[in-house]
Nanobody, 120 residues
Framework: QLKFVESGGGLVPAGGSLTLSCTAS????????VGWYRQAPGKERQGVSC????????AHGDFVKGRFFISQDKSKKMVYLQMNSLKPEDTGVYYC?????????????WGQGTQVTVSS
């Protein structure tokens, strides 16, 4: 069974950088799509960036393009979110999400989240 944990959140001043990590274990990641989502207080959870483990394709929300970058280290089963030029509106709980579809069966998993706070 796939297990994973997020790490790397913290308090950072506006303009600073943070790198979030999602470390997986327990199953192969081939065929999974991994996404980073965030949820600010009082707001709905929104997608930030995503990555196809097998093909390496990535996508980012318009609000983070050019600032955030998603990447992976397959050998370590780790997915990263490099966040640069952080803004106070980037504050929120960041979640790692894994999803796959095998033989028509969709499975997905959420992490526990890591808090990112950007001070103005």
């Amino acid at each position: 069974q796939l297990k994973f944990v997020e790490s790397g959140g913290g308090l950072v001043p506006a303009g600073g950088s943070l790198t979030l990590s999602c470390t997986a274990s327990g199953a192969t990641l081939e065929g999974y799509a991994v996404g980073w989502y965030r949820q600010a207080p009082g707001k709905e959870r929104q997608g930030v960036s995503c990555l196809g483990i097998s093909n390496g394709m990535t996508a980012h929300g318009d609000f983070v393009k050019g600032r955030f970058f998603i990447s992976q280290d397959k050998s370590k089963k780790m997915v990263y979110l490099q966040m640069n030029s952080l803004k106070p509106e980037d504050t929120g709980v960041y979640y790692c999400h894994f999803a796959t579809s095998v033989a028509g069966q969709y499975s997905h998993y959420w992490g526990q989240g890591t808090q990112v706070t950007v001070s103005s």
